[in-house]
């Protein structure tokens, strides 16, 4: 089984409907995130959790809101979705204490989410 | 604040040539930096790192990188691109003395290795 789970991996959704993308973890990190990816962008932060009673916004949270249900599980929601949330979201875990402070993220899969 | 610049969004190379890919990086603060792949439908793998200490770091698959504080850059090279290599390649930055980007990776926007046999 995968360190990082996504769920679903693949979704095709209608503009203002809510969608929830799951994310959970073996790997027992704190640290928990969120992006998005898009063709000639890269990765752009949404969310960030510390741990689970911590969480912040990163550089493109509106439209979106998070969830961390426990240390193992952090869900993304698109209350309403639009169609330039088209996008590939990739769930990531880090734990610098383990990695001598470096802070190496480990991935997900992706969830492919399209918005008509 | 800290960036991250990668020059060109495509590079193609032969089989068994030079495998040369561009980062520069911006930060107030000693940086980590890092390198990632993406192989198609995959997430992403980690590279290498550089944290402190050596500044030429190797990581997997014969891949090294280099970096060079004076120029702010941290280019990935590999001597012999095999064809295993085509991915799409992300350099990132993190910093962990604090300030607003403290903790957090921001990516550049990927280069696609093409390598042709």
């Known amino acids: 089984d995968a360190d990082v789970t996504q769920t679903p991996r693949n979704r095709i959704t209608k503009t203002g409907k809510r969608i929830m993308l799951e994310c959970s973890q073996t790997k027992g990190h704190d640290r928990m995130y969120w992006y998005r990816q898009d063709p000639g962008l890269g990765l752009r932060l949404i969310y960030y959790?510390?741990?689970?009673?911590?969480?912040n916004k990163g550089e493109i949270s509106d439209g979106y809101s998070v969830s961390r249900q426990a240390q193992a599980k952090f869900s993304l929601s698109l209350e309403s979705a639009i169609p330039n949330q088209t996008a590939l979201y990739f769930c990531?875990?880090?734990?610098?204490?383990?990695?001598?402070?470096?802070?190496?993220?480990?991935f997900g899969a992706g969830s492919r989410l399209t918005v008509l | 604040a800290q960036s991250v610049t990668q020059l060109g969004s495509h590079v193609s190379v032969s089989e068994g040539a030079l495998v040369l890919l561009r980062c520069n990086y911006s930060?107030?603060?000693?940086?980590?930096l890092f390198w990632y792949v993406q192989y198609p439908n995959q997430g992403l793998q980690l590279l290498l790192k550089?944290?402190?200490?050596?500044?030429l770091v190797k990581g997997i698959n014969g891949f090294e990188a280099e970096f060079k504080k004076s120029e702010t850059s941290f280019h990935l090279t590999k001597p012999s691109a095999h064809m295993s290599d085509a991915a799409e390649y992300f350099c990132?930055?993190?910093?962990?003395?604090?300030?607003?980007?403290?903790?957090?990776?921001?990516f550049g926007q990927g280069t696609i290795l093409t390598v042709h046999p």
């Open positions: 959790s510390f741990d689970v009673k911590d969480i």
């Open positions: 990531a875990t880090s734990d610098p204490a383990r990695d001598a402070g470096a802070n190496v993220l480990t």
């Open positions: 990132a930055v993190t910093n962990l003395a604090g300030g607003t980007s403290y903790g957090k990776l921001t």
């Open positions: 930060s107030s603060v000693p940086p980590y």
């Open positions: 550089y944290t402190t200490g050596a500044t």
